[in-house]
C-alpha cells in the first residue's frame, strides 16, 4: 500500500489544475466589482453544537433564546474566539481534527437588477491546494473501491488513505416565514440525531422508519430539518409530521431555501444546486448537474474519460502526481460508456460523480450562472441567482425587502458538521441590511 504522505502529495499538482477544468468558458458579469462595498462575515466553527443544545441547560444563554433573544445579541464579534474553543476540543468537539482553523473570513459582495441578485464571495483556504477532490475510485487489480475521504473519517485519521473532499459554499435563505430563523440562523436545522451528532441512528432504524427509510425518502441517515416538521418540542428525529403536513406547510412557505457551490461537483459546469430545508435536506424538483456514476450492484464505473478527447481512459496515482486535466468526468463533453475489458491496471483512478449540465434541468437546476476560481490560495465565488427563479419550491426574492441569510464553507477536506457557520445575516435588496445589495440599474 502507498504511504500516506506520498498519496497527499500527488493530489496537490493535480488538485491546482482542476479549477482549469469547466464546460464552458469563463462566465462574465457586467458588474464592476470594486464598486461593490465588501462585508466580511465572519464563519465559525460549530462541533456539535445543535438546536437542542441551544435550549439545555449546558448552553448558558438558554433561558434568552427561549425568549427569543438573538444569537448575535450575546456573541457579536466573539465568533473567532467562540471556534477557537470549540475546535480544540471538548463536550462540543468530542473527535477534534488536527490542526483545523477555529475561523474563516468570508468576504462578501452584493448587487442586483430587475431581474437577478449577484453576489461574489472569497476565502482563504486552510489547505494549499483546493478542495476538488471528491469520491473518486480506484481499481487494486481486482475491484473498484473509493479511494480517500473526508479528514472526519476514521481511515484517513488513520492515515490509511489521504484527505479527498471538496470545498463547498451553502447559502440558507428565509423569508421570514421561518420562526425563529432571523435569532438562531442555522442551528434551527442542527438537531441531535443527525449525521457525526450526539444520539446518531443506526442506518437500519433510519431505512425502517416510515417517512425517512425505505418506505418514504429512502434514505439511512438523518441530515438537516426544521422543528416546524417534528411533532414533540424536543424535535426528535423520529418524530416527523405527515407527508399531508409537511406539504401544507411547505406551501405555506415555512422552508428554506439551500443552494450549495461545490468545487468538485458543480463547479465545473458552472452551476450549484438548489434545495430546501424542512422535514429533510432535500434537493428541488428535478435534476441536479451531479449524479453517481457508480453502478452499485456491480460497483464498477458508469463512464470513463473518451481516449479520443482525452488522451486516456482514466487517471492514476502517479499521474495525480503530474497533474493532468480534464479531473471532472463531464458526460456530454470527455466521457464514454465504462468498458470493463479496457485493460484496466492497479491504481487506475475513476471519478465516482458523472457531471452534466445538459442533462441538469428543472427546480433543481435552478443555479446556472455559479463560477468559482481558485487562485493564490483563496477560491472566488460569483453567484447569480434570479429574484424569481418560477419555481414555488424557491424563495421569490423582491427589491426593497430584507432577508435573513445563512452561510457555511466546508473547507480544508471535511463534510456534515466539521464546517464554517454564520450567525444569521440580513441581506437587504436595494435596502438597507448587515449586507446592502446595491442596484445595478
Not at 176 to 188: I, N, P, S, T
Not at 273 to 289: A, I, Q
Request: charged share 25%.
Amino acid at each position: 500500500m502507498l504511504q500516506t504522505s506520498l498519496r497527499y502529495l500527488t493530489v496537490v499538482a493535480f488538485a491546482a489544475n482542476f479549477i482549469a477544468v469547466s464546460a464552458l468558458a469563463n462566465a462574465t458579469t457586467p458588474i464592476d466589482w470594486a464598486s461593490v462595498p465588501v462585508e466580511e462575515v465572519t464563519l465559525f466553527y460549530p462541533g456539535q453544537s445543535s438546536f437542542q443544545w441551544l435550549h439545555s441547560p449546558d448552553h448558558p444563554g438558554a433561558r434568552k433564546v427561549g425568549r427569543g433573544t438573538a444569537c448575535k445579541d450575546c456573541h457579536r464579534d466573539s465568533e473567532r474566539s467562540m471556534g477557537n474553543d470549540i475546535v480544540s476540543g471538548g463536550h462540543l468537539e468530542p473527535n477534534p481534527i488536527d490542526g483545523k482553523k477555529g475561523s474563516l473570513q468570508l468576504a462578501v459582495q452584493a448587487a442586483h437588477d430587475e431581474e437577478n441578485l449577484y453576489l461574489r464571495f472569497r476565502w482563504k483556504t486552510q489547505a494549499e491546494r483546493p478542495g476538488v477532490m471528491h469520491d473518486y475510485m480506484r481499481y487494486d487489480g481486482q475491484a473498484w473501491a473509493f479511494y480517500g475521504g473526508p479528514r472526519s473519517a476514521k481511515r484517513v485519521r488513520q492515515g490509511e488513505e489521504p484527505p479527498l473532499y471538496e470545498d463547498r459554499l451553502a447559502i440558507m435563505i428565509d423569508d421570514g416565514d421561518v420562526q425563529r430563523f432571523a435569532e438562531q440562523g442555522c442551528w434551527l436545522s442542527c438537531h441531535t440525531g443527525m449525521r457525526d451528532m450526539p444520539g446518531e441512528p443506526t442506518s437500519e432504524a433510519v431505512r425502517s422508519h416510515p417517512y425517512l427509510g425505505e418506505g418514504g425518502l429512502g434514505r439511512n441517515d438523518v441530515r438537516k430539518y426544521l422543528p416546524a416538521s417534528r411533532t414533540d418540542t424536543s424535535t426528535s428525529w423520529d418524530k416527523v409530521k405527515s407527508p399531508e403536513a409537511l406539504a401544507k406547510l411547505k406551501e405555506e412557505g415555512v422552508f428554506l431555501d439551500l443552494m450549495q457551490w461545490r468545487a468538485a461537483r458543480s463547479n465545473p459546469v458552472d452551476m450549484a444546486d438548489d434545495g430546501f430545508v424542512l422535514g429533510y435536506r432535500l434537493f428541488d424538483e428535478g435534476n441536479n448537474p451531479f449524479s453517481w456514476n457508480v453502478d452499485r450492484d456491480s460497483m464498477t464505473p458508469k463512464f470513463m474519460f473518451d481516449p479520443k478527447k482525452v488522451g486516456r481512459k482514466s487517471l492514476t496515482v502517479s499521474d495525480i502526481e503530474t497533474g493532468p486535466e480534464p479531473a471532472a468526468l463531464i458526460r456530454e463533453d470527455n466521457s464514454v460508456p465504462y468498458d470493463p475489458d479496457a485493460g484496466w491496471k492497479e491504481g487506475d483512478v475513476l471519478p465516482g460523480r458523472l457531471l452534466s449540465r445538459v442533462d441538469a434541468r428543472g427546480s433543481a437546476a435552478d443555479n446556472t450562472r455559479v463560477t468559482g476560481k481558485w487562485e493564490d490560495g483563496s477560491w472566488t465565488v460569483t453567484w447569480i441567482r434570479p429574484l424569481d427563479t418560477g419555481h414555488d419550491d424557491d424563495i421569490t426574492l423582491k427589491r426593497g425587502n430584507t432577508y435573513t441569510f445563512g452561510f457555511a464553507v466546508h473547507d480544508d477536506n471535511v463534510t456534515t458538521r466539521f464546517h464554517f457557520v454564520s450567525f444569521p445575516v440580513v441581506v437587504g435588496i436595494g435596502r438597507g441590511g448587515d449586507i446592502t445589495a446595491v442596484p445595478l440599474d
